[in-house]
Protein backbone atom coordinates (compact mmCIF):
# COMPACT_ATOMS: atom_id res chain seq x y z
CA UNK A 1 0.00 0.00 0.00
CA UNK A 2 1.12 3.42 -1.20
CA UNK A 3 2.12 5.85 2.06
CA UNK A 4 1.02 9.41 2.18
CA UNK A 5 4.11 11.29 3.64
CA UNK A 6 3.94 15.02 4.01
CA UNK A 7 7.17 17.36 3.07
CA UNK A 8 6.28 20.21 5.63
CA UNK A 9 5.23 20.19 8.84
CA UNK A 10 6.38 22.02 12.21
CA UNK A 11 5.92 21.17 15.92
CA UNK A 12 6.88 23.61 18.66
CA UNK A 13 6.32 24.95 22.39
CA UNK A 14 4.55 27.46 23.67
CA UNK A 15 7.85 29.96 24.73
CA UNK A 16 8.93 29.44 27.51
CA UNK A 17 12.63 30.25 29.57
CA UNK A 18 14.09 27.21 28.86
CA UNK A 19 13.39 27.52 25.37
CA UNK A 20 12.63 31.14 24.30
CA UNK A 21 10.49 32.30 20.66
CA UNK A 22 13.33 34.05 18.93
CA UNK A 23 9.91 35.68 16.65
CA UNK A 24 6.37 35.21 16.02
CA UNK A 25 5.36 32.03 13.88
CA UNK A 26 1.57 32.26 12.51
CA UNK A 27 -0.01 29.44 13.97
CA UNK A 28 -1.48 27.88 17.52
CA UNK A 29 0.29 28.72 20.36
CA UNK A 30 1.50 25.91 20.36
CA UNK A 31 1.80 22.45 18.08
CA UNK A 32 3.51 19.39 19.86
CA UNK A 33 4.79 16.33 18.31
CA UNK A 34 2.05 14.59 19.73
CA UNK A 35 -0.77 17.18 18.57
CA UNK A 36 0.56 16.97 14.72
CA UNK A 37 0.42 13.21 15.62
CA UNK A 38 -2.65 13.35 15.94
CA UNK A 39 -3.46 15.26 13.25
CA UNK A 40 -1.63 13.00 11.02
CA UNK A 41 -3.24 10.09 12.63
CA UNK A 42 -6.71 11.53 11.83
CA UNK A 43 -6.70 12.04 8.00
CA UNK A 44 -4.17 8.41 7.44
CA UNK A 45 -0.82 10.74 6.57
CA UNK A 46 1.54 8.02 7.45
CA UNK A 47 4.84 10.26 8.54
CA UNK A 48 6.18 14.06 7.34
CA UNK A 49 9.61 15.94 6.93
CA UNK A 50 9.67 17.88 10.24
CA UNK A 51 11.19 21.33 9.94
CA UNK A 52 12.54 23.20 12.87
CA UNK A 53 10.72 26.83 12.73
CA UNK A 54 13.09 28.99 11.73
CA UNK A 55 10.74 32.09 13.02
CA UNK A 56 10.70 30.40 16.28
CA UNK A 57 14.09 28.45 16.62
CA UNK A 58 16.13 29.93 14.07
CA UNK A 59 19.27 27.45 13.96
CA UNK A 60 18.37 25.78 17.00
CA UNK A 61 16.51 22.45 16.38
CA UNK A 62 16.55 20.72 19.73
CA UNK A 63 13.06 20.74 20.02
CA UNK A 64 12.78 19.19 16.15
CA UNK A 65 15.25 16.33 18.02
CA UNK A 66 13.01 15.83 20.94
CA UNK A 67 10.03 14.92 18.71
CA UNK A 68 11.93 12.47 16.93
CA UNK A 69 13.23 11.17 19.62
CA UNK A 70 9.49 9.98 20.71
CA UNK A 71 8.08 9.66 17.18
CA UNK A 72 11.42 8.04 15.30
CA UNK A 73 9.22 6.02 12.79
CA UNK A 74 7.18 8.92 12.05
CA UNK A 75 9.35 12.24 11.28
CA UNK A 76 12.22 13.13 9.13
CA UNK A 77 14.23 15.62 10.48
CA UNK A 78 15.57 19.16 8.78
CA UNK A 79 16.76 22.38 10.08
CA UNK A 80 18.12 26.09 8.78
CA UNK A 81 21.58 26.90 8.53
CA UNK A 82 23.26 30.29 9.26
CA UNK A 83 25.09 31.39 6.01
CA UNK A 84 27.43 33.71 8.54
CA UNK A 85 28.91 30.77 10.17
CA UNK A 86 32.43 30.12 10.65
CA UNK A 87 32.11 26.06 10.76
CA UNK A 88 29.17 25.53 7.76
CA UNK A 89 31.04 22.46 6.67
CA UNK A 90 31.47 20.54 9.97
CA UNK A 91 28.00 21.39 11.09
CA UNK A 92 26.21 20.17 7.98
CA UNK A 93 28.42 16.86 8.16
CA UNK A 94 27.42 16.54 12.33
CA UNK A 95 24.04 17.42 11.09
CA UNK A 96 23.64 14.76 8.09
CA UNK A 97 24.88 12.30 10.86
CA UNK A 98 22.21 12.83 13.62
CA UNK A 99 19.77 10.29 13.78
CA UNK A 100 16.51 11.16 11.57
CA UNK A 101 17.86 14.09 9.92
CA UNK A 102 17.00 14.12 6.14
CA UNK A 103 17.97 17.45 5.24
CA UNK A 104 19.23 20.90 5.73
CA UNK A 105 18.06 24.10 5.16
CA UNK A 106 18.75 27.63 3.91
CA UNK A 107 16.35 30.80 4.53
CA UNK A 108 16.84 33.33 1.41
CA UNK A 109 14.17 35.58 2.46
CA UNK A 110 16.12 36.03 5.75
CA UNK A 111 18.93 38.60 4.01
CA UNK A 112 19.97 39.80 1.43
CA UNK A 113 22.00 37.65 -0.72
CA UNK A 114 24.16 36.93 -3.65
CA UNK A 115 24.66 33.72 -5.96
CA UNK A 116 28.51 33.70 -4.76
CA UNK A 117 28.01 34.41 -1.19
CA UNK A 118 30.24 31.79 0.23
CA UNK A 119 28.25 30.85 3.09
CA UNK A 120 24.91 30.21 0.87
CA UNK A 121 27.34 27.53 -1.15
CA UNK A 122 29.37 26.03 1.56
CA UNK A 123 25.80 24.98 3.33
CA UNK A 124 25.24 23.83 -1.10
CA UNK A 125 28.58 22.17 -1.29
CA UNK A 126 28.18 20.62 2.24
CA UNK A 127 24.99 19.05 1.91
CA UNK A 128 26.20 17.21 -1.67
CA UNK A 129 28.98 15.90 0.14
CA UNK A 130 26.94 14.40 2.72
CA UNK A 131 24.22 13.10 0.57
CA UNK A 132 21.40 15.14 1.77
CA UNK A 133 19.00 17.29 0.01
CA UNK A 134 19.39 21.51 0.75
CA UNK A 135 15.66 22.84 1.01
CA UNK A 136 15.33 26.34 0.28
CA UNK A 137 13.03 29.27 1.20
CA UNK A 138 13.26 31.28 -1.99
CA UNK A 139 10.29 33.37 -2.78
CA UNK A 140 10.63 36.29 -4.42
CA UNK A 141 14.57 35.50 -4.86
CA UNK A 142 14.35 32.27 -7.64
CA UNK A 143 16.79 33.59 -10.10
CA UNK A 144 19.43 33.81 -7.04
CA UNK A 145 18.17 30.14 -6.56
CA UNK A 146 19.01 29.54 -10.13
CA UNK A 147 22.73 30.78 -9.50
CA UNK A 148 22.95 28.44 -6.72
CA UNK A 149 21.86 24.92 -8.24
CA UNK A 150 23.82 26.10 -11.14
CA UNK A 151 27.21 26.35 -9.34
CA UNK A 152 26.85 23.63 -7.04
CA UNK A 153 24.96 20.83 -9.42
CA UNK A 154 25.94 17.71 -7.61
CA UNK A 155 23.45 18.88 -4.23
CA UNK A 156 19.94 17.96 -4.62
CA UNK A 157 18.07 21.25 -4.17
CA UNK A 158 14.37 21.31 -3.05
CA UNK A 159 12.62 24.49 -3.46
CA UNK A 160 9.95 25.29 -0.32
CA UNK A 161 7.06 26.04 -1.41
CA UNK A 162 6.11 25.84 -4.55
CA UNK A 163 8.79 29.13 -4.64
CA UNK A 164 6.08 31.59 -4.65
CA UNK A 165 4.91 34.36 -1.65
CA UNK A 166 2.24 32.14 0.44
CA UNK A 167 -0.27 34.12 2.87
CA UNK A 168 -0.34 33.60 6.43
CA UNK A 169 -3.43 35.20 6.89
CA UNK A 170 -6.69 35.34 4.50
CA UNK A 171 -7.30 36.24 1.02
CA UNK A 172 -4.65 34.83 -0.96
CA UNK A 173 -2.63 37.09 -2.57
CA UNK A 174 -5.02 38.89 -5.40
CA UNK A 175 -1.98 37.48 -8.08
CA UNK A 176 -0.58 34.53 -6.36
CA UNK A 177 0.92 33.01 -9.43
CA UNK A 178 2.56 35.71 -10.45
CA UNK A 179 5.73 34.11 -10.22
CA UNK A 180 5.05 31.30 -11.74
CA UNK A 181 7.44 31.60 -15.07
CA UNK A 182 10.74 32.28 -12.58
CA UNK A 183 9.76 28.61 -11.23
CA UNK A 184 9.26 26.72 -14.00
CA UNK A 185 12.51 28.21 -15.27
CA UNK A 186 14.42 26.46 -12.31
CA UNK A 187 12.96 22.81 -13.94
CA UNK A 188 16.15 23.16 -16.70
CA UNK A 189 18.20 22.50 -13.45
CA UNK A 190 18.33 18.88 -13.24
CA UNK A 191 19.11 18.83 -9.41
CA UNK A 192 16.41 21.27 -8.54
CA UNK A 193 12.67 19.27 -6.89
CA UNK A 194 10.01 21.45 -5.94
CA UNK A 195 7.36 21.71 -3.14
CA UNK A 196 3.91 21.22 -3.74
CA UNK A 197 2.91 22.76 -0.34
CA UNK A 198 0.42 25.20 1.09
CA UNK A 199 -1.05 25.29 -2.41
CA UNK A 200 -4.03 25.56 -1.26
CA UNK A 201 -3.50 28.72 0.77
CA UNK A 202 -3.04 30.60 -2.61
CA UNK A 203 -6.52 29.82 -3.63
CA UNK A 204 -9.53 32.34 -4.08
CA UNK A 205 -11.95 29.37 -4.40
CA UNK A 206 -12.91 27.73 -1.44
CA UNK A 207 -12.21 23.90 -0.65
CA UNK A 208 -11.09 21.83 -2.54
CA UNK A 209 -9.45 25.19 -4.15
CA UNK A 210 -10.03 23.52 -8.15
CA UNK A 211 -8.76 26.93 -9.20
CA UNK A 212 -4.89 25.87 -8.07
CA UNK A 213 -5.03 22.96 -10.45
CA UNK A 214 -3.92 24.66 -14.09
CA UNK A 215 -1.24 27.04 -12.61
CA UNK A 216 0.16 23.67 -10.76
CA UNK A 217 0.07 21.60 -14.01
CA UNK A 218 2.29 24.35 -15.65
CA UNK A 219 4.84 23.43 -12.63
CA UNK A 220 3.98 19.30 -12.91
CA UNK A 221 4.80 19.31 -17.00
CA UNK A 222 7.92 21.55 -16.30
CA UNK A 223 9.46 19.46 -13.45
CA UNK A 224 7.52 16.24 -13.92
CA UNK A 225 5.86 14.89 -10.74
CA UNK A 226 8.91 12.64 -10.10
CA UNK A 227 10.55 16.31 -8.98
CA UNK A 228 7.17 17.08 -7.22
CA UNK A 229 6.60 16.55 -3.88
CA UNK A 230 3.55 17.30 -2.10
CA UNK A 231 2.81 19.30 1.52
CA UNK A 232 0.58 20.70 4.36
CA UNK A 233 3.03 23.33 5.54
CA UNK A 234 1.37 22.82 8.69
CA UNK A 235 0.85 24.88 10.65
CA UNK A 236 1.69 28.11 8.86
CA UNK A 237 -1.39 28.03 6.78
CA UNK A 238 -3.74 27.49 10.30
CA UNK A 239 -5.76 30.48 9.35
CA UNK A 240 -6.57 29.90 5.88
CA UNK A 241 -7.60 26.26 5.93
CA UNK A 242 -7.12 23.13 8.26
CA UNK A 243 -5.30 19.84 7.84
CA UNK A 244 -8.02 17.87 6.66
CA UNK A 245 -8.57 20.17 3.82
CA UNK A 246 -4.66 20.52 3.07
CA UNK A 247 -4.64 16.84 2.45
CA UNK A 248 -8.08 16.14 0.92
CA UNK A 249 -7.79 18.92 -1.66
CA UNK A 250 -5.27 16.51 -3.48
CA UNK A 251 -6.62 13.07 -2.53
CA UNK A 252 -10.58 14.28 -4.05
CA UNK A 253 -9.36 15.91 -7.24
CA UNK A 254 -9.93 14.31 -10.70
CA UNK A 255 -7.09 16.17 -11.98
CA UNK A 256 -4.52 13.20 -10.72
CA UNK A 257 -4.70 9.43 -11.56
CA UNK A 258 -3.84 7.33 -8.40
CA UNK A 259 -0.60 6.68 -9.50
CA UNK A 260 0.20 10.31 -10.16
CA UNK A 261 -1.44 10.95 -7.00
CA UNK A 262 0.77 8.06 -5.30
CA UNK A 263 4.13 9.96 -6.75
CA UNK A 264 2.61 13.11 -5.47
CA UNK A 265 1.90 12.20 -2.02
CA UNK A 266 4.98 9.79 -1.21
CA UNK A 267 6.83 8.41 -3.73
CA UNK A 268 8.82 10.75 -5.07
CA UNK A 269 9.54 11.99 -1.31
CA UNK A 270 10.86 8.21 -0.39
CA UNK A 271 13.05 8.51 -3.19
CA UNK A 272 14.65 12.42 -3.44
CA UNK A 273 15.05 12.16 0.77
CA UNK A 274 15.91 8.38 0.77
CA UNK A 275 13.59 8.24 3.75
CA UNK A 276 9.88 6.86 4.46
CA UNK A 277 8.15 6.41 7.80
CA UNK A 278 8.10 3.12 9.52
CA UNK A 279 5.65 1.08 11.36
CA UNK A 280 5.09 1.86 15.45
CA UNK A 281 7.34 5.44 15.18
Known amino acids: MALTIDVQVHAYERDHPGRPWAGFLQGPEQVTGDDMIAAMDAVGVDGAILISPFSLYRYDASYAQEVYGKHPGKFGLIK ?14 EWAATPGVVGARIMLT ?7 HPGLNAIMAAGGKAGIPVNVMASGKLPLLGKLAGRNPNTQIIIDHLGLPQPFLPPAPPEPWADLANVVALAAHDNVAIKISGA ?11 DIWEPMGKIFQAFGLDRCLWGTD ?41 WSPSAGG
Open 80 to 93: PFDPSSDTITDDVA
Open 110 to 116: AGEFEGD
Open 200 to 210: GTLSHQPFPYP
Open 234 to 274: WTRAVELLNYEQGVEAFRVTDTLSDSERETLMGGTLTKIYK
